[in-house]
């Protein structure tokens, strides 16, 4: 969209009054598809990028003046350069995830499922990032992390028993309950997950005052800086899960949850010390 853009019907006060430019990449493919088939993997991927920019047609820190006619004036090309980035809304969107990946292969064939087969784990991944930045902000950026294994096993046909259908003491009809007792030797299912969450967003605001107020040097004149407000958040949730019928009547069902914080270091994390971070 252009300065101006609108219908014939909107009024000049109602129109925009920036440039708007807007664009998006997503792919999603099964990548499993470049493995070797007997493996069976299912691994699918899912990409996205994207850029809006916001071009005001007025300078925000002179709202008087147009931004050509800052482009065109005489000041020093850096300072052009720094007031059309202070100006200019950008939002970059970022995502990557794989999710339920698993190996149905590496067994052999009519085999029955056992409790160690690669075939009863998956994993899953995902990444999302949203950075924003304008004449108010000179960055805000939130990022999501989430991991996840699952592991689960169910046996179709459990082993069981009848102790006393054969037994002749009690073939007569009121032992008809001792005799018709059955017991399941092995539990029916049992399942374990871990799920990974970590947050980060990291928030500076500019100082829009004294952009004009200069020294020698072009730096600014006011000592006042501007902190980084940091949110984050790191938890770690397992989930345990175990069925067994013991008889047809009797059944055992047992369901648990885990809950754990990570404590990180305060501060920003950036290239210099992510890796401290973490210690």
Known sequence: KSP?????????????????????????LNAGKFFPNNLKLTLPVFFNYGETRITPLFNPLDPDVELEAIIKS????????????????????????VSNVRIDGLKRP????????????????????????NVNLEYNTN?????????????RKPLTIKPFEKTKIFQKKW??????????????????????NRTYSAIKNRDITSFYNTGEGGNSTNDILNPVLV??????????????????????????TNESRIMERPGEVNDANRKSNMD
């Not at 009519?110 to 930045?133: C, G, H, Q, V």
């Not at 990022?143 to 046996?155: E, V």
């Not at 949110?231 to 648990?256: G, Q, V």
């Open 4 to 28: 101006f853009w609108g219908s014939v019907e909107s009024k000049i006060g109602d129109r925009t009054r920036e440039k708007n430019a807007i664009w998006d990449v997503t792919t999603s």
């Open 231 to 256: 949110n984050k958040n790191f938890t770690m949730t397992r989930n345990y899960n175990f069925i067994w019928n013991l008889t047809k009547s009797i059944k055992y069902d047992y369901s648990a």
């Open 74 to 97: 005489d000041l020093d090309v850096t300072t052009k350069e720094k007031i059309v980035d202070w100006s200019r809304d950008r939002t970059i969107r970022k995502g990557f995830n």
């Open 143 to 155: 990022r999501q992390y989430r991991g996840n294994l699952q592991y689960s096993f169910s046996i």
């Open 175 to 196: 032992f008809t309950l001792i005799k018709e007792l059955n017991l399941q030797l092995v539990p029916n299912s049992f399942a374990s997950s871990i799920d990974v």
């Open 110 to 133: 009519n085999a029955k499922p056992m409790p160690w087969d690669i075939s009863n784990f998956s994993a899953t991944y995902a990444f999302n990032e949203l950075t924003r930045s």
